[in-house]
Protein backbone atom coordinates (compact mmCIF):
# COMPACT_ATOMS: atom_id res chain seq x y z
CA UNK A 1 0.00 0.00 0.00
CA UNK A 2 1.36 3.56 -0.91
CA UNK A 3 0.33 6.23 0.18
CA UNK A 4 -0.13 9.92 -1.43
CA UNK A 5 2.45 11.68 0.29
CA UNK A 6 4.91 8.72 -0.09
CA UNK A 7 4.51 8.21 -3.64
CA UNK A 8 6.54 10.93 -6.24
CA UNK A 9 7.27 10.57 -10.11
CA UNK A 10 6.29 7.26 -11.44
CA UNK A 11 5.63 5.60 -14.45
CA UNK A 12 2.86 3.24 -13.88
CA UNK A 13 1.54 0.03 -15.62
CA UNK A 14 -1.23 -0.95 -15.59
CA UNK A 15 -4.98 -0.03 -15.08
CA UNK A 16 -7.97 -2.01 -13.16
CA UNK A 17 -10.87 -0.52 -11.84
CA UNK A 18 -14.32 -2.02 -9.62
CA UNK A 19 -16.99 -0.09 -8.11
CA UNK A 20 -19.30 0.87 -4.57
CA UNK A 21 -20.80 4.12 -3.36
CA UNK A 22 -22.31 5.76 0.47
CA UNK A 23 -24.13 7.12 2.75
CA UNK A 24 -25.37 9.15 5.77
CA UNK A 25 -28.03 8.54 8.57
CA UNK A 26 -28.71 5.23 9.57
CA UNK A 27 -26.09 2.92 11.40
CA UNK A 28 -23.93 0.74 9.41
CA UNK A 29 -25.88 -2.45 10.57
CA UNK A 30 -29.24 -1.18 9.83
CA UNK A 31 -28.75 -0.26 5.73
CA UNK A 32 -26.24 -3.67 5.55
CA UNK A 33 -29.01 -6.02 6.80
CA UNK A 34 -31.44 -3.53 4.82
CA UNK A 35 -29.43 -4.51 1.49
CA UNK A 36 -29.24 -8.65 2.14
CA UNK A 37 -33.35 -8.32 2.81
CA UNK A 38 -33.65 -6.41 -0.71
CA UNK A 39 -31.00 -9.26 -2.22
CA UNK A 40 -32.86 -11.68 -0.96
CA UNK A 41 -35.83 -10.41 -2.70
CA UNK A 42 -34.56 -10.53 -6.01
CA UNK A 43 -34.58 -6.44 -5.56
CA UNK A 44 -30.54 -6.63 -7.13
CA UNK A 45 -31.07 -2.60 -7.61
CA UNK A 46 -32.18 -1.73 -4.36
CA UNK A 47 -29.78 -4.01 -2.18
CA UNK A 48 -26.70 -3.06 -4.55
CA UNK A 49 -27.56 0.82 -3.20
CA UNK A 50 -28.25 0.20 0.13
CA UNK A 51 -25.23 -2.10 0.14
CA UNK A 52 -23.05 0.30 -1.36
CA UNK A 53 -24.07 3.10 0.58
CA UNK A 54 -23.19 0.66 4.04
CA UNK A 55 -19.98 0.49 2.45
CA UNK A 56 -19.30 4.38 2.13
CA UNK A 57 -19.81 4.54 5.58
CA UNK A 58 -16.79 1.64 6.83
CA UNK A 59 -14.61 2.91 3.72
CA UNK A 60 -12.08 4.43 6.27
CA UNK A 61 -12.61 1.17 8.85
CA UNK A 62 -10.50 -1.31 7.62
CA UNK A 63 -10.92 -3.45 10.49
CA UNK A 64 -14.70 -2.71 10.52
CA UNK A 65 -16.57 -6.10 11.71
CA UNK A 66 -18.70 -5.78 9.10
CA UNK A 67 -16.94 -4.91 6.02
CA UNK A 68 -15.68 -8.22 4.65
CA UNK A 69 -19.27 -8.95 4.66
CA UNK A 70 -20.50 -5.89 2.64
CA UNK A 71 -17.55 -6.53 0.40
CA UNK A 72 -18.46 -9.85 -0.71
CA UNK A 73 -22.33 -8.99 -0.77
CA UNK A 74 -21.50 -6.14 -3.28
CA UNK A 75 -19.51 -9.06 -5.34
CA UNK A 76 -22.74 -10.95 -5.35
CA UNK A 77 -25.45 -8.71 -5.78
CA UNK A 78 -23.42 -7.26 -8.75
CA UNK A 79 -23.47 -10.52 -10.56
CA UNK A 80 -26.80 -11.22 -10.25
CA UNK A 81 -27.93 -7.61 -11.06
CA UNK A 82 -25.98 -8.23 -14.18
CA UNK A 83 -27.90 -12.00 -14.82
CA UNK A 84 -31.39 -10.60 -13.79
CA UNK A 85 -31.12 -7.83 -16.66
CA UNK A 86 -29.67 -10.02 -18.90
CA UNK A 87 -32.91 -12.95 -18.18
CA UNK A 88 -35.20 -9.91 -18.03
CA UNK A 89 -37.68 -9.51 -21.35
CA UNK A 90 -38.59 -6.77 -23.48
CA UNK A 91 -42.04 -7.24 -22.79
CA UNK A 92 -44.29 -6.47 -19.55
CA UNK A 93 -41.85 -4.67 -17.66
CA UNK A 94 -42.81 -1.33 -15.86
CA UNK A 95 -40.92 1.83 -15.64
CA UNK A 96 -42.74 3.63 -12.69
CA UNK A 97 -46.00 2.58 -13.30
CA UNK A 98 -45.98 3.14 -17.19
CA UNK A 99 -45.58 0.71 -19.71
CA UNK A 100 -41.82 1.05 -21.65
CA UNK A 101 -42.60 2.56 -24.79
CA UNK A 102 -41.74 0.23 -28.16
CA UNK A 103 -38.70 0.12 -29.79
CA UNK A 104 -40.07 1.63 -32.80
CA UNK A 105 -40.15 4.92 -31.18
CA UNK A 106 -36.66 5.06 -29.83
CA UNK A 107 -34.97 7.73 -31.28
CA UNK A 108 -31.10 7.70 -32.52
CA UNK A 109 -29.22 9.97 -29.66
CA UNK A 110 -26.55 7.20 -29.48
CA UNK A 111 -26.28 4.62 -32.54
CA UNK A 112 -23.94 1.25 -31.78
CA UNK A 113 -20.76 1.71 -33.85
CA UNK A 114 -19.51 -1.24 -32.82
CA UNK A 115 -19.90 -4.12 -30.68
CA UNK A 116 -18.77 -7.79 -29.65
CA UNK A 117 -20.42 -10.63 -27.13
CA UNK A 118 -23.27 -9.22 -25.26
CA UNK A 119 -24.90 -5.81 -24.27
CA UNK A 120 -28.19 -4.68 -23.36
CA UNK A 121 -29.92 -1.79 -23.03
CA UNK A 122 -32.63 -0.69 -20.27
CA UNK A 123 -35.37 1.82 -19.42
CA UNK A 124 -37.67 4.19 -20.99
CA UNK A 125 -38.16 1.90 -24.26
CA UNK A 126 -38.40 -1.44 -24.48
CA UNK A 127 -35.22 -4.19 -23.84
CA UNK A 128 -33.42 -4.60 -26.26
CA UNK A 129 -31.56 -8.03 -25.12
CA UNK A 130 -28.46 -7.85 -27.77
CA UNK A 131 -27.24 -4.30 -28.66
CA UNK A 132 -26.71 -4.84 -32.52
CA UNK A 133 -24.73 -2.16 -34.90
CA UNK A 134 -26.67 0.11 -35.61
CA UNK A 135 -29.08 -0.05 -33.59
CA UNK A 136 -30.64 3.30 -31.54
CA UNK A 137 -29.78 4.25 -28.72
CA UNK A 138 -32.04 7.02 -26.88
CA UNK A 139 -30.94 9.13 -24.05
CA UNK A 140 -32.24 7.75 -20.68
CA UNK A 141 -31.24 4.39 -21.38
CA UNK A 142 -29.36 1.89 -19.17
CA UNK A 143 -26.61 -0.20 -20.99
CA UNK A 144 -25.28 -3.30 -19.87
CA UNK A 145 -21.91 -4.83 -21.10
CA UNK A 146 -21.79 -8.30 -20.21
CA UNK A 147 -18.16 -9.98 -19.35
CA UNK A 148 -16.13 -10.47 -22.36
CA UNK A 149 -18.17 -7.87 -24.18
CA UNK A 150 -17.76 -4.56 -25.59
CA UNK A 151 -19.66 -1.64 -27.07
CA UNK A 152 -19.02 1.40 -28.87
CA UNK A 153 -21.77 4.55 -29.27
CA UNK A 154 -21.68 7.05 -31.57
CA UNK A 155 -23.58 10.03 -30.60
CA UNK A 156 -25.81 11.79 -33.60
CA UNK A 157 -26.60 14.93 -31.64
CA UNK A 158 -23.20 15.87 -31.52
CA UNK A 159 -20.91 14.60 -34.53
CA UNK A 160 -18.04 13.52 -33.12
CA UNK A 161 -18.22 12.46 -29.74
CA UNK A 162 -17.69 8.50 -28.67
CA UNK A 163 -17.74 6.05 -25.63
CA UNK A 164 -16.24 2.75 -25.39
CA UNK A 165 -16.94 0.30 -22.57
CA UNK A 166 -15.83 -3.20 -22.05
CA UNK A 167 -15.64 -6.30 -19.34
CA UNK A 168 -18.57 -6.13 -17.35
CA UNK A 169 -20.05 -1.97 -17.70
CA UNK A 170 -23.04 -0.68 -16.42
CA UNK A 171 -23.85 3.01 -17.03
CA UNK A 172 -26.62 5.82 -18.20
CA UNK A 173 -26.90 8.24 -20.66
CA UNK A 174 -28.71 11.08 -18.62
CA UNK A 175 -28.29 13.93 -21.11
CA UNK A 176 -26.76 15.05 -23.77
CA UNK A 177 -23.98 16.58 -21.31
CA UNK A 178 -24.00 13.62 -18.71
CA UNK A 179 -22.99 10.44 -18.67
CA UNK A 180 -23.64 8.28 -15.21
CA UNK A 181 -21.35 5.11 -14.40
CA UNK A 182 -21.75 2.78 -12.49
CA UNK A 183 -18.85 -0.16 -13.18
CA UNK A 184 -16.59 -1.15 -15.99
CA UNK A 185 -14.28 0.42 -18.00
CA UNK A 186 -14.72 3.22 -20.42
CA UNK A 187 -12.85 5.04 -23.61
CA UNK A 188 -14.58 8.68 -24.12
CA UNK A 189 -13.41 10.55 -27.09
CA UNK A 190 -14.44 13.56 -29.00
CA UNK A 191 -12.79 15.25 -32.27
CA UNK A 192 -14.77 18.32 -31.30
CA UNK A 193 -13.36 21.62 -30.21
CA UNK A 194 -15.18 22.90 -26.82
CA UNK A 195 -16.02 20.20 -25.40
CA UNK A 196 -18.12 20.08 -21.59
CA UNK A 197 -19.68 16.98 -19.98
CA UNK A 198 -20.53 16.03 -16.31
CA UNK A 199 -19.40 11.93 -15.57
CA UNK A 200 -20.93 11.11 -12.24
CA UNK A 201 -19.88 8.04 -10.38
CA UNK A 202 -21.52 6.88 -6.97
CA UNK A 203 -19.55 9.51 -4.82
CA UNK A 204 -18.30 11.70 -7.49
CA UNK A 205 -19.43 14.45 -10.34
CA UNK A 206 -16.82 15.22 -12.60
CA UNK A 207 -16.84 18.06 -14.89
CA UNK A 208 -14.98 18.01 -17.83
CA UNK A 209 -14.06 20.37 -20.31
CA UNK A 210 -11.68 20.64 -22.99
CA UNK A 211 -11.29 23.01 -25.99
CA UNK A 212 -9.67 20.61 -28.79
CA UNK A 213 -10.67 17.16 -29.33
CA UNK A 214 -9.68 15.01 -26.35
CA UNK A 215 -9.67 11.49 -25.61
CA UNK A 216 -9.27 9.91 -22.00
CA UNK A 217 -9.57 6.42 -19.96
CA UNK A 218 -12.13 6.36 -16.87
CA UNK A 219 -13.33 3.62 -14.43
CA UNK A 220 -15.30 3.36 -11.36
CA UNK A 221 -13.33 2.74 -8.11
CA UNK A 222 -14.08 0.49 -4.97
CA UNK A 223 -14.40 3.99 -2.74
CA UNK A 224 -16.82 5.51 -5.09
CA UNK A 225 -15.02 7.88 -7.16
CA UNK A 226 -12.97 7.49 -10.47
CA UNK A 227 -9.76 6.74 -12.17
CA UNK A 228 -9.15 8.94 -15.51
CA UNK A 229 -6.00 8.76 -17.67
CA UNK A 230 -5.23 11.22 -20.62
CA UNK A 231 -4.88 10.02 -24.03
CA UNK A 232 -5.33 13.50 -25.88
CA UNK A 233 -5.49 17.04 -25.51
CA UNK A 234 -5.16 19.00 -22.60
CA UNK A 235 -8.59 18.37 -20.42
CA UNK A 236 -9.64 20.27 -17.23
CA UNK A 237 -11.64 18.15 -14.81
CA UNK A 238 -13.36 19.87 -11.64
CA UNK A 239 -14.46 18.47 -8.49
CA UNK A 240 -16.06 20.22 -5.58
CA UNK A 241 -14.55 23.54 -7.31
CA UNK A 242 -10.87 21.81 -7.46
CA UNK A 243 -9.68 21.89 -11.20
CA UNK A 244 -6.62 20.29 -12.49
CA UNK A 245 -5.14 19.47 -16.15
CA UNK A 246 -4.47 16.43 -17.47
CA UNK A 247 -2.39 15.92 -20.48
CA UNK A 248 -1.13 12.69 -22.35
CA UNK A 249 -0.09 10.01 -20.35
CA UNK A 250 -1.34 11.89 -17.01
CA UNK A 251 -3.70 9.74 -14.39
CA UNK A 252 -5.58 11.01 -11.53
CA UNK A 253 -8.02 9.66 -9.08
CA UNK A 254 -11.19 11.87 -8.35
CA UNK A 255 -11.81 11.05 -5.14
CA UNK A 256 -14.98 11.82 -3.23
CA UNK A 257 -13.49 14.97 -2.27
CA UNK A 258 -10.93 16.05 -4.36
CA UNK A 259 -7.92 15.01 -6.40
CA UNK A 260 -4.91 12.49 -5.83
CA UNK A 261 -1.16 14.11 -6.98
CA UNK A 262 -0.90 13.16 -10.78
CA UNK A 263 1.19 10.42 -11.92
CA UNK A 264 2.48 9.15 -15.11
CA UNK A 265 1.03 6.01 -17.05
CA UNK A 266 3.47 4.20 -20.06
CA UNK A 267 1.12 5.16 -22.80
CA UNK A 268 2.73 2.43 -25.17
CA UNK A 269 1.83 -0.31 -22.72
CA UNK A 270 -1.66 1.03 -22.95
CA UNK A 271 -1.73 0.66 -26.63
CA UNK A 272 -0.46 -3.04 -26.70
CA UNK A 273 -2.73 -4.14 -23.44
CA UNK A 274 -5.67 -2.32 -22.89
CA UNK A 275 -8.98 -4.03 -24.54
CA UNK A 276 -10.71 -0.52 -24.87
CA UNK A 277 -8.07 -0.09 -27.35
CA UNK A 278 -7.79 -3.43 -29.07
CA UNK A 279 -10.74 -5.18 -28.44
CA UNK A 280 -12.94 -3.75 -31.16
CA UNK A 281 -12.80 -4.54 -35.01
CA UNK A 282 -11.69 -1.37 -36.24
CA UNK A 283 -9.21 1.09 -33.89
CA UNK A 284 -9.92 4.13 -32.33
CA UNK A 285 -9.77 7.27 -34.87
CA UNK A 286 -7.45 8.64 -32.55
CA UNK A 287 -4.98 5.46 -33.06
CA UNK A 288 -2.23 7.48 -35.07
CA UNK A 289 -1.92 10.35 -32.42
CA UNK A 290 -2.17 8.07 -29.55
CA UNK A 291 1.20 6.65 -31.15
CA UNK A 292 2.62 9.67 -31.72
CA UNK A 293 2.34 10.56 -28.36
CA UNK A 294 3.29 7.40 -26.75
CA UNK A 295 6.95 8.02 -28.73
CA UNK A 296 6.90 11.72 -27.11
CA UNK A 297 6.27 10.41 -23.99
CA UNK A 298 9.07 7.42 -24.35
CA UNK A 299 11.96 10.14 -25.81
CA UNK A 300 11.49 12.31 -22.65
CA UNK A 301 11.06 9.63 -19.55
CA UNK A 302 14.36 9.12 -18.28
CA UNK A 303 12.62 6.35 -15.35
CA UNK A 304 10.13 3.85 -15.40
CA UNK A 305 9.24 1.25 -12.87
CA UNK A 306 7.43 -1.79 -13.87
CA UNK A 307 4.03 -1.25 -11.26
CA UNK A 308 0.73 -1.27 -11.45
CA UNK A 309 -1.85 1.19 -9.93
CA UNK A 310 -4.64 -0.93 -8.93
CA UNK A 311 -7.93 0.34 -6.93
CA UNK A 312 -8.65 3.17 -4.16
CA UNK A 313 -10.80 1.46 -1.07
CA UNK A 314 -10.47 5.16 1.11
CA UNK A 315 -9.39 8.59 0.85
CA UNK A 316 -5.99 8.26 1.00
CA UNK A 317 -4.43 4.88 -0.32
CA UNK A 318 -4.65 3.47 -3.38
CA UNK A 319 -3.11 0.19 -3.94
CA UNK A 320 0.70 -0.01 -6.28
CA UNK A 321 2.13 -3.14 -6.49
CA UNK A 322 5.78 -2.64 -7.83
CA UNK A 323 7.30 -5.78 -9.75
CA UNK A 324 11.44 -6.63 -9.66
CA UNK A 325 13.38 -5.86 -12.19
CA UNK A 326 14.27 -9.52 -14.37
Given at each position: ????????????????????????????????????????????????????????M??????????????????????????????????G??????????????????????????????????????????????L????????????????????????????????S??????????????????????????I??????????S??????????????????????????????????E?????????????????????????????????????????????????????????????????????????????????
Open positions: MVTFAKLSHIVLLGFALSFATFSLGESVENIFTRGIELQNKREYDGALWELNKAMGVKNNYNHPLREKIEEAIRVTKGKLVVSRYASRKLNKVQGNLLDTIENEPFDFEVNQVFGKSLARKVWENRDQLKEEDPVGGRTVTVLPDGGVELYANFSPGFSLRSVQAASFLISESEISLYSGSYCLYSTNSDNNLVSSALTDLRLSEQPFAMMVGVTTNGGMKVIGLLGRIKLTLNGETKILPGNLVFCLPNDFSRKMDVELNTLLMTSKLLNSFKKPVVFHKKLNQQALLQALRTKNRYRSTVGDVRGNKNFEVTVFPEE
